[in-house]
């Protein structure tokens, strides 16, 4: 089965900072591989999905992740983030296994932006 | 607008009482998902069904229960086995494979709360 796992539990920057969120994953096979974000009071909401091809991905509101196959990694980046991305992001794979089309979640980290 | 639509938002449980929560699509999707979100665990899967009159045990599939009567409607029931049922409860539909490996969409969840 596969497992998600993400670096930090919270993030604090400063407008303007740089973003980059760590995502590995532990699975052999082939992998799909997303980003949600939910933001205060609101449902989950897609960033970015990464199926094949190019292996940098371009999402919503100026998010971008890299998966590194050789590092079973899918980091997200930004590279100016605003008060407004402040918010709980969710790394998230799908590989087929026992639980056929299955996603699992990483545990989230919590990105806080301050003004 | 096509969604996922999950009541009530916030429900209350007596000891002992067991309680059911909505989620209801129109996106004619093939998949519906029950997962309970706690603090610093992330997503984690409590039952999936990937087609009517069929569902799976997710990973925390005990002291819940689940029904797929319709395509549409896939309710879960958090029973008085389940002895730490505080938690916020969040329903995803998708499309299954065959169409590309589509993401999971997600309702707004229901915050369940012990008396």
């Known amino acids: 089965a596969q497992s998600v796992s993400q670096h930090n539990h919270h993030v604090i920057l400063s407008e303007a900072a740089s973003l980059e969120l760590g995502c590995n994953y532990s699975?052999?096979?082939?992998?799909?591989l997303f980003w949600y974000v939910q933001y205060p009071g609101q449902h989950l909401q897609l960033l970015l999905k990464?199926?094949?091809?190019?292996?940098l991905v371009k999402g919503i509101k100026g998010f971008e992740a890299e998966f590194i196959k050789s590092k079973f990694s899918f980091n997200l980046r930004k590279p100016s983030v605003q008060w407004s991305d402040t918010a709980e992001y969710f790394c998230a794979v799908n590989a087929k296994d026992n639980y056929g089309q299955n996603f699992v979640f990483g545990p989230g980290t919590r990105l806080s932006v301050l003004p | 607008d096509g969604g996922i639509t999950q009541s009530p938002k916030y429900l209350f449980r007596k000891e002992g009482q067991n309680v059911t929560l909505s989620c209801e699509q129109n996106l004619n999707h093939d998949a519906m998902y029950w997962y309970r979100q706690d603090p610093g665990q992330g997503l984690r899967l409590i039952y999936y069904?990937?087609?009517?009159?069929?569902?799976q045990k997710g990973d925390i599939a005990e002291g819940y229960s689940v029904s797929r009567e319709k395509k549409e409607s896939f309710p879960l029931t958090v029973t008085s086995a389940q002895k730490n049922p505080t938690a916020f409860y969040l329903c995803?539909?998708?499309?299954?494979?065959?169409?590309?490996?589509?993401?999971?969409?997600f309702g707004d969840g229901t915050r369940l709360s012990i008396l």
């Open positions: 990464y199926f094949s091809g190019d292996p």
């Open positions: 069904s990937q087609i009517v009159n069929d569902f």
């Open positions: 699975y052999g096979g082939t992998v799909n």
């Open positions: 995803a539909s998708k499309f299954l494979e065959g169409v590309g490996n589509q993401p999971q969409h």
